[in-house]
């Protein structure tokens, strides 16, 4: 397998932008960290999921 002769770990799974931006906020979140705001591009925009995950940790403007 390519992944692991690159040293990458074989449970290694394909993330979208909007998934890693969530991962990287809900690991923040974990470790008692809010944001003042967060902003992004196109790409994020069409991430309703991410708005979602904001709304649910109170980090949405309402």
Do not use: H, W
């Not at 923040?28 to 709304?55: I, N, Q, S």
């Amino acid at each position: 397998m390519k992944s692991l002769a690159m040293g990458l770990p074989a449970d290694l799974q394909f993330r979208t932008k909007g998934q890693l931006a969530m991962d990287i906020c809900a690991d923040c979140y974990a470790d008692g960290l809010k944001f003042d705001f967060a902003c992004g591009d196109e790409v994020y925009g069409g991430c309703t999921r991410l708005r979602e995950f904001f709304e649910e940790n109170g980090q949405a403007k309402e």
